[in-house]
């Protein structure tokens, strides 16, 4: 591990590996009873007891599992596009949390602490809940899926979090959740450092090429030669900036990734001051014409 890298809890350590496609494809095809049988969301709770609560009653929710599955058969069988599997929602939650622990060990303020005066463990159940929540609407159809996610989330958050939090926490809670779901769109305008981070983490789930399935049907595009170019991404301690996303390629088409898709999250999403992006390819098979690459936003 290198000094400028922060140690990961052993839950994060254990790489959350994305199904192949045969694998995302299978999954769909289960009964919707068999592929809820098999989720399980798992993220490093730390002390948070609230976020421990939470996803217990997660993990018991059948309902919000059935959307994710859902989600999936619309996304890989119907629309043959990239996976949106619990498993998309699991490294989502995981990349999320770990972007605003970083932020927040390095002095960063949370907005629900800076704007409502609560706590660390508050905004990371916001963070939470916004990766769990934040393509439910798939379920419904992919065009406008925000949207769908919206009215979808709102009701069994409630639900969720009841007992968990009162009025009127409960409802700021609820509303910068619903506030971080809409902002993820491409033109989305994050208002909260919680909601931007997820807007990023969303990007971030690009290791091992999300584009699988389409490349792997023939659909060949830059989108689907440029995700499968994308062998890592890690997030630790920056140099200049709290956070460092690192990238490893194994060819110059991942730079699509980055300059093209990653820029334009992170721009607007108001984690510019504080996130850092490098990318390089870690293979001899092919010239490297740019040795690093440093994303400028």
Known sequence: MSEHESPLDPETEQR???PVSEEAVREARLTPAQAVDAMRINVPVRGNRTLRQLLERVNEDRQLKGWWHVSNVNAVVRLEINDHSWVHIQIVANIALKILRQLTKHGVEPSLVRDYGLSRDDAEVVVTLSALMHCVGMSVHRNHHEDFSLFLAEPKMRELLDGLYEEPELTVVVSEVLQ???SHRADGQPLALEAGILRVADALDM??????????????SMHSLSA??????????????????EIVMNNSSGLFQVDGLLKAKLRGSGLEPYVEVIAHIDTDAEKRLVPIYRLET
């Open 180 to 182: 971080a779901i809409t």
């Open 16 to 18: 959350i590996e994305e």
């Open 207 to 220: 290791a091992e090429g999300r584009s699988r399935i389409p490349f792997e049907k023939g659909r060949v």
């Open 228 to 245: 499968a170019a994308i062998d890592d991404v890690s997030i630790k301690d920056g140099e200049a900036r709290p956070v460092m996303i």
